[in-house]
């Protein structure tokens, strides 16, 4: 560095970007150790058996105390667990190993809650899986190739679930779906469904229990989800009505039964290499009077929009997930999760829509109302 560039530094804005710093790598230590947590059920016998010593902790869960009272004392730094102080009357009551920890009912719903919508374990399973490709990431970047949805460690597929069904669970049915030209009646008076790219089939399910007298049908490419999609369509009691195939989205076909109702993708569009021709097969699946629901992450088509917490999110998780995964195959549109309305809207009219319109969104989310 020059004595000039030296001197342009301003020190007070480097002290705070590296203190910005600090906390980000803090941040980025704790997302596995909390996966761990979940992992070991230390939140979970948190949440249940009540305050504890790591000693105590240690003896309900069957694990090594020493290792118990560090990964406390890091989800205590960050905000994750409570600290209470030590036991009355203890020699040493405020140090780490003497010392009562609990989840605050805040942190038991995060943390050990599937059914809140600010259940977020699934997000460290899933990014954790995703940081395990930084290697192939690097390599990536210098030859273009991408990888595919299913290179991934199983903790993506389980994540993902984890991560999006508490969405589904609180979005979904009540605003999404009601959102869309006329669908939630012909729903509710038994229609055909087709969920592309389904993965787990969470939001299948959800569709399905709330829809008696419609039918569903998953497709996704990978095969290990949809066995697993098959599971959780039978303990929530709705197989009867709920069938699973492997397919690949461009495949997509009519049914037996006719032209579907209603075709969903949801938060996965983005990550098919070819994202046209799975609308143009779900364009030429859809009945006429029909309607396709793509649910996307929020996404902007400025720049200097997308600069935000949520942005930064989003984008780490395009590079580490989604762009890889649509560029992994011909014709390797590698849209990635912030390719922004315009480009979305763009697409669907490209492949055969009248009409593509964003119905409503959330905060995390876009949803679009495609019509044939
Ligand atoms: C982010 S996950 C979303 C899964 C599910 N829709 C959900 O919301 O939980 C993306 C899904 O797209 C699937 N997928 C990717 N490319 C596909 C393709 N060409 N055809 C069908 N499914 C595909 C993956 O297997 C994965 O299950």
Not at 144 to 157: K, L, R, S, T, V
Not at 221 to 231: E, K, L, N
Request: glycine letters at 12%.
């Amino acid at each position: 560095m020059t004595a000039t560039e030296h001197a342009s530094v301003d020190f007070e804005a480097l002290q705070r970007l590296v203190g910005q710093v600090i906390t980000d790598i803090g941040g980025a230590v704790t997302a596995p150790l909390a996966l761990l947590g979940d992992r070991l059920g230390l939140f979970t016998e948190l949440a249940s058996g009540g305050p504890a010593t790591p000693t105590a902790l240690a003896k309900r869960t069957g694990l090594v105390e020493r290792y118990v009272r560090e990964w406390l004392l890091a989800m205590a730094a960050s905000g994750y667990v409570t600290y209470e102080g030590g036991e009355p009357g203890a020699a040493d009551p405020d140090s780490a190993g003497s010392g009562r920890y609990r989840l605050s009912p805040e942190q038991a719903d995060a943390f050990t809650n599937p059914a809140s919508p600010g259940y977020v374990i699934g997000a460290f399973q899933n990014l954790t899986a995703g940081t395990r490709m930084l290697d192939r990431l690097t390599e990536a970047f210098r030859t273009g190739e991408g990888f595919g949805w299913h290179e991934h460690h199983e903790d993506m597929f389980v994540g993902t679930e984890r991560f999006f069904r508490p969405g589904y669970l609180a979005h979904l049915t009540g605003e999404w779906i009601p959102a869309l030209t006329g669908v939630a009646d012909r729903l509710a008076a038994g229609a055909l469904v087709a969920d592309v790219g389904c993965g787990l089939g969470a939001s299948t399910v959800i569709m399905a229990s709330a829809y008696p007298a419609s039918t569903f049908v998953g497709v996704d490419y990978h095969r290990p989800s949809i066995d697993m999609a098959c599971g959780r369509a039978a303990e929530a009691g709705v197989a009867d009505r709920v069938s699973f195939r492997v397919a690949g989205a461009a495949d997509l076909a009519t049914s037996a039964e006719g032209r579907y109702q209603l075709i969903t993708f949801f938060d996965c569009l983005h990550d098919m290499p070819d994202p046209l021709g799975a609308l143009r097969a779900a364009r030429a699946a859809v009945a006429e009077d029909g309607r396709v629901m793509l649910v996307e992450p929020m996404s902007w088509d400025r720049v200097s929009d997308a600069l935000n917490p949520l942005g930064r999110l989003l984008a780490g998780a395009s590079l580490f997930i989604c762009l890889p995964s649509g560029l992994s195959a011909p014709p390797a549109a590698g849209l990635g999760n912030q390719a922004g309305p315009r480009r979305t809207q763009e697409l669907a009219v490209e492949a055969g829509f009248s009409d593509a319109r964003v119905a409503t969104a959330t905060d995390f989310n876009l949803v679009y109302e495609l019509t044939p």
